[in-house]
């Protein structure tokens, strides 16, 4: 009669640790001191500006932060209704509607 090999009841405990990309806080600014509402609409909020507005200060610049985990993202300012590009040098690529996106690494 043939026995069946020996298993130990015993499971090895093997601990692994995903971690994930942590996320970084990315400013955004625009200075637009005659503005009465400033968004940021881009590929990390579905370019949707109503959920990243900014806020004014004293100066005239809005400004806002937003949690961000590594990788490239276009973007564009809503000012007034009308989508406007960073005024600070940045990247940008052509968009669909014939106008340029910025561009942020987030490393």
């Given amino acids: 009669m043939a026995r069946a090999p020996r298993t130990s009841s015993k499971t090895s405990s093997v601990s692994k640790t995903c971690s994930k990309p942590r996320a970084q806080t990315v400013e ?16 990390f909020n579905n370019w949707n500006p109503e959920k990243t507005p900014l806020k004014k200060d004293a100066s005239g610049n809005w400004k806002t932060s937003v949690q961000l985990s590594a990788g490239r993202y276009e973007y ?15 990247e940008c690529v052509p968009n669909a509607f014939g106008s340029w996106n910025c561009v942020l690494e987030v490393r």
């Fill in 76 to 90: 564009r300012y809503l000012v007034d209704g009308n989508w406007q590009n960073s005024q600070e040098p940045v």
């Fill in 28 to 43: 955004f600014k625009f200075y637009a001191p005659q503005a009465k509402k400033v968004s940021v609409g881009g590929g």
